[in-house]
């Protein structure tokens, strides 16, 4: 039997390598996005994945999304909650509404995600719930009060998650991917981004790809005494 997986903001970065290395794996995959119809359909063009356009941050637009997936593909076995914005700022100059946008896409966003398929994977007795944090979340970083704050969140929603879902058969774990080269990252100024490299000991970026594999393991049945874990993948840059 096919299972099917959802990942959210999953044409772009490591979303679209996760939602590519699933559908490589044998998962019927629907992926979300936010805004970009024209690059959403390219990606649904060349990859044969079908696209959902919603707004994580808004439950009833999340709710009413995953009901259209689950009857176009069926009851959705894995949930990849990997959709994240950064409005960077030092915190004397945050704004409220930086805030509140980072915490309803990264945070809420989550719960809006995961909590319409929570019923149907409690039912059937299995599921798969990775979310994608970062390595900022872990160790906080200079500018990002607001995504620091979301993506540690997320690894409090994983070790509950997991402590609930275990009797039912559903695990819930998260990754932290360090600077990876995804679009938002090789934006970074040249100058910027080699200081960043230089704090890598393996002196390079990661690859969405290898970020997507970590979530096809965690997504397997090879991984079903794994749960409320956080996966840290950043080449050594911070040690848990």
Not at 54 to 75: Q, R, T
Not at 170 to 183: E, F, V
Not at 201 to 207: K, Q, T
Not at 219 to 235: P, V
Request: proline share 3%.
């Amino acid at each position: 039997m096919t299972r099917t997986a959802l990942v959210t903001g999953g044409t772009r970065g490591i979303g679209a390598a996760t939602s590519k290395a699933l559908a490589a794996a044998g998962y019927s995959v629907a992926a979300t996005y936010a805004g970009n119809d024209e690059a959403a359909a390219k990606f649904t063009e060349e990859t044969g994945i079908k696209t959902y356009k919603w707004n994580v941050g808004d439950y009833e637009e999340s709710k009413a999304g995953i009901a259209k997936v689950e009857a176009d593909l069926g009851p959705i076995d894995v949930v990849v909650a990997n959709a994240g914005i950064t409005r960077d700022a030092p915190f004397h100059r945050m704004t409220q509404e930086q805030w509140q946008q980072v915490i309803d896409t990264n945070l809420s966003g989550v719960f809006n995600t995961v909590h319409p398929v929570w019923p149907g994977m409690r039912e059937r007795g299995f599921g798969r719930v990775v979310v994608i944090s970062s390595i900022n979340g872990q160790k906080g970083q200079f500018g990002q009060v607001n995504y620091a704050a979301t993506k540690a969140g997320d690894l409090g929603i994983i070790k509950s998650l997991a402590q609930e879902g275990a009797a039912k058969g559903i695990t819930a774990n998260a990754i932290c991917p360090g600077y990876t080269a995804t679009d938002m990252v090789m934006a970074v100024p040249e100058k910027i981004r080699e200081s960043i490299i230089a704090q890598i000991p393996v002196g390079r970026l990661g690859e969405p790809e290898e970020i997507a594999r970590c979530v096809v393991f965690l997504a397997s049945d090879d991984a079903g005494f794994i749960n409320g874990s956080t996966l840290t993948a950043n080449g050594g840059q911070f040690v848990v």
